[in-house]
């Protein structure tokens, strides 16, 4: 592959019944109305499977979804947003040319990878793009007879409106979410959600409620049948405690919150970037708080490494409160040495609307 072909542009139109068309276009050669001539061009219709074919290639589907998570703990959304839009379209397609039977999995499968599109949206920083991909995931599911995703969907608004401080926005959401969702996980993960915009107020009496609801329903939940992908988060190994110590810290008690986080770091498989980044921005916040700045700073200079691979919007913004909570202290020589780290983590060359600032 010469230089020349590394550098040449593409498009792929991924249409709604499945069909899609694929250009390249040469960039040295202008073609008419100034635009780059086209080198090749392909049409790919959608494929025609019988129930046979379509059993089996579901499975496939199935697991490539699983290998996408754990494909977006290593890297950041640029890698991973592309998959995830070309598995949603070419389920979206497959599912135009199902039989009755097999459409409403099929629908269902590709409203997870539509849905997984949009936190990778938001991690990328683009609420916009993220609002939309979770729609389309409704609407894919909908149409495959799911109606709880709607109800998870408002879970995922309100994070987002908890990220950007509306507490108003992030309670009512939630508790929309709790009121419509059927299942008890999803409850559970509504009533965790209200804790947090409770808390970003200073409520401490309606967090502890609704953490304390939260933590009833979520170990009530049954187990995962595995037969589709569980919604909300897999890789933090007790998201309650994690939860309740984000609270407990923005309520302004961070002892509470290093006792409930405590060691829950080494929980996390180290293949789990993003959970353990996640988590250790928290942490390490926590302990700086406190006054623990050794420790916050060698698991700052942890999470600083971590981010600058898996490029997470939202990791950035506990990354920013971090930075600041170390300026305290400018002649710590620890934090003199983790701060640049610091620095590098929040670095990013991406622009435009959605890019945090």
């Not at 947003?81 to 379209?89: E, G, H, N």
């Not at 109606?147 to 992030?170: F, K, N, P, Q």
């Not at 959600?193 to 609801?213: F, K, M, N, S, T």
């Not at 961070?254 to 959970?275: F, K």
């Amino acid at each position: 592959m010469t230089e020349a072909d590394v550098g040449t542009p593409w498009t792929l139109r991924m249409h709604a019944g499945g069909e899609s068309d694929f250009v390249a276009f040469d960039p040295a050669s202008p073609g008419g109305g100034g635009l780059p001539s086209t080198i090749v061009s392909w049409s790919l219709a959608p494929p025609l499977l019988e129930s046979g074919e379509m059993n089996s290639a579901l499975p496939y589907f199935r697991n490539v979804f699983d290998e996408f998570r754990r494909l977006g703990q290593l890297f950041g959304p640029s890698v991973v947003a592309q998959l995830c839009i070309a598995a949603t379209s070419a389920l979206r397609g497959m599912a135009h040319q199902a039989q009755p039977a097999h459409r409403d999995v099929v629908l269902r499968l590709a409203s997870r990878f539509a849905e997984y599109t949009g936190w990778m949206a938001q991690e990328a920083g683009s609420d916009a793009a993220s609002l939309w991909w979770t729609e389309q995931a409704v609407q894919l599911a909908a149409d495959g007879g799911d109606d709880e995703l709607a109800a998870y969907a408002l879970i995922r608004r309100a994070e987002l409106a908890l990220y950007t401080g509306d507490s108003v926005a992030t309670v009512q959401l939630a508790r929309r979410a709790a009121q419509q969702a059927r299942s008890v996980r999803i409850r559970g993960l509504a009533a965790q959600r209200e804790a947090q915009g409770h808390a970003l107020v200073g409520d401490r009496d309606a967090c502890r409620r609704a953490l304390d609801r939260g933590a009833e329903l979520t170990a009530g939940a049954a187990p995962p049948d595995g037969a589709d992908p569980v919604l909300g988060s897999i890789h933090l190994p007790d998201l309650t405690a994690f939860v309740a110590g984000w609270c407990m810290h923005d309520l302004g008690s961070p002892a509470e919150a290093v006792t409930l986080l405590g060691d829950g770091l080494d929980a996390i498989p180290p293949e789990s970037r993003r959970a353990r980044a996640r988590y250790g921005a928290r942490l390490a916040l926590a302990l700086a708080n406190v006054g623990e700045i050794e420790q916050a700073c060698a698991i700052a200079e942890l999470v600083a490494s971590h981010v600058a691979l898996i490029d997470s919007a939202t990791i950035r913004a506990d990354l920013l409160r971090l930075s600041r909570a170390l300026n305290r202290w400018p002649k710590n020589p620890t934090v003199r040495r983790t701060l640049p780290r610091l620095a590098i983590g929040l670095h990013t060359n991406r622009t435009g609307p959605g890019t945090p600032a």
